[in-house]
């Protein structure tokens, strides 16, 4: 099996639940539970893949604080390969307090500090040329590494016979594709979400956004359409809505994506092509979304195959 280079945003997340509201100022409001886990698109990419059982390692920046020691221990009491993590004595670790709704969404309040402080200096020759796959979690996110930099980056990892991937996060600054343009022509995939993939490009419906994200240089594109499933398009071929498991009462869609995004890793990690990569991603989602935190609820791989064999016969 293929080993994985996740890279990116690294975040601690305080899960507040219920929050569908925030308290008027000067009031209190009592909630249900509060709780701490790891999270930012490439850390829970990474812990997702180590529960699965694929061969993982983390590059990332986190400050010299509590919570970058948090970091740390958390992901490698999973299994993770954190030789990549970085200390930083000059910012601290990036934190999102996690507002869950009722319904199972979610709202973020987001400090960037030590993702917007990563750079491509911070990821060792070691670590690279230590894996197969090179996934960057959280572009956009990512002030100092998007763009040119990860151009620079996936660039190098493809003469090194690396497969590149690379998945967005919202971007708060609204800026959008003049972030990540340049590195788009050397992924092999390129999975962004339906709501983030409209804004890079101008399109609503996925098979419109999906064309032009070709036409922008990736090979593979697949556009994960929420509750729909996974819009899958290889280059060249047909385009396949690959639909997602019927979850009834989400309890928590935090890491939904990521953990799309660990399914579908997985798939290529394994050398599957890209539906049954896509159905799988789908499935280790119907997992996520069952508890707190965005690793929480992540079985084995032997697991999420018996949940689809289950369901598909």
Request: charged residues 20%.
């Amino acid at each position: 099996m293929k080993k994985i280079l996740c890279i990116g945003s690294v975040t601690v997340d305080i899960m507040v639940m219920p929050a569908s509201t925030v308290p008027t100022p000067g009031t209190l409001r009592a909630v249900e539970s509060v709780s701490t886990h790891v999270g930012g698109c490439a850390t829970n990419c990474a812990n997702d893949l180590a529960k699965l059982g694929v061969p993982v390692s983390i590059s990332c920046l986190v400050g010299k604080d509590m919570m970058g020691d948090f970091i740390l221990k958390e992901m490698s009491s999973y299994g993770v390969d954190c030789k990549g993590i970085v200390f930083s004595d000059t910012v601290g670790t990036t934190v999102s307090v996690v507002c869950i709704h009722e319904s199972g969404e979610r709202s973020f309040l987001y400090n960037p500090a030590s993702s917007a402080a990563f750079t491509i200096d911070d990821i060792s020759d070691e670590v690279l040329a230590d894996c197969d796959i090179v996934f960057v979690g959280g572009a956009m996110l990512l002030t100092s590494f998007d763009g040119e930099p990860t151009r620079k980056l996936m660039k190098r990892a493809r003469e090194m016979g690396k497969i590149t991937v690379l998945d967005t996060a919202w971007d708060f600054d609204d800026i959008w594709l003049p972030k990540i343009e340049a590195c788009l022509p050397e992924l092999d995939y390129f999975i962004p979400s339906v709501e983030e993939a409209a804004k890079l490009t101008g399109e609503e419906d996925p098979v419109k956004i999906a064309e032009k994200l070709h036409t922008m240089g990736p090979k593979n594109i697949v556009v994960k359409v929420g509750k729909q499933g996974a819009l899958v398009s290889p280059e060249g071929e047909e385009m396949t809505l690959v639909p997602s498991f019927l979850v009834e009462k989400p309890v928590d869609t935090t890491g939904a994506g990521d953990s799309f995004c660990s399914g579908f890793l997985t798939g290529l990690a394994n050398g599957w092509d890209m539906v049954k990569s896509a159905q799988f991603g789908n499935a280790v989602g119907a997992h996520c979304i069952q508890a707190i935190g965005a690793s929480t609820a992540i079985p084995t791989m032997a697991e999420v195959q018996k949940f689809i064999d289950e369901r598909t016969k």
